[in-house]
């Protein structure tokens, strides 16, 4: 069983839409939450981190936790081409063999169409 | 600027050989993680460091050798035993504040290839 699921893409939206990128993770006490994107290519870049449950907004972004359920989400308002990457969700673990560790998903495909 | 730097960028290996990847960050931070990514995959851990003179083992450590002699440097050697290393290899740091990770940032990377 993946320790980290993100929902298989690619997912392909049409400019201006708001695109939803889903996790989830099995480590019931996990604490540190983070979205990163990836261009091809290239290394990956924090965009959202998130830590406590609810929303967060930064600009187009937003990350969802919801501990209870194990989920957190990603949306993008008002999605560019420049969005077009791969999200790839982290975890943080909070302890025993995960202290110390992040736990990455295999990344969500994004692609944002004119 | 400070930042994590990641030497060579390209780099080939020939078979029987090992090669070493250079990390260096001038953060200050304390931890410091070696990933690899295949394509179309994400990131899997291959060795972590909280402390300088300690590192543990991640998922995939098999084939690998890393020190922490400085805080700044975390160097990975990948030996002759490691039969499939081409990959994309990511270094990064973070600090850890009361227990609670904080977000990690990354090198530009190293592609390895093999000759």
């Known amino acids: 069983q993946k320790e980290v699921e993100q929902n298989s893409g690619p997912l392909s939206v049409p400019e201006g839409a708001i695109a939803s990128l889903n996790c989830t993770y099995s480590d019931r006490v996990s604490q540190s939450f983070f979205w990163y994107r990836q261009y091809s290519g290239k290394s990956p870049e924090l965009i959202m981190s998130i830590y406590s449950n609810g929303d967060k907004e930064d600009g187009r972004f937003t990350a969802q936790l919801n501990k209870a359920s194990q989920y957190v989400s990603l949306l993008i308002r008002d999605s560019q081409p420049s969005d077009s990457a791969t999200y790839l969700c982290a975890v943080g673990g909070a302890g025993g063999t995960s202290y110390g560790k992040l736990t990455f998903g295999q990344g969500t495909i994004l692609t944002v169409h004119p | 600027d400070g930042g994590i730097t990641q030497s060579p960028k390209y780099l080939f290996r020939k078979e029987g050989q090992n090669v070493t990847l250079s990390c260096e960050q001038n953060?200050?931070?304390?931890?410091m993680y070696w990933y690899r990514q295949d394509p179309g995959q994400g990131l899997r851990l291959i060795y972590y460091s909280q402390i300088v003179n300690d590192f543990q083992k991640g998922d995939i450590a098999e084939g690998y050798s890393v020190s922490r002699e400085k805080k700044e440097s975390f160097p990975l050697t990948v030996t002759s035993a490691q039969k499939n290393p081409t990959a994309f290899y990511l270094c990064?740091?973070?600090?850890?504040?009361?227990?609670?990770?904080?977000?990690?940032?990354f090198g530009d990377g190293t592609r390895l290839s093999i000759l």
């Open positions: 990064a740091s973070s600090i850890i504040y009361r227990g609670i990770y904080q977000p990690q940032h």
């Open positions: 953060l200050n931070h304390d931890a």
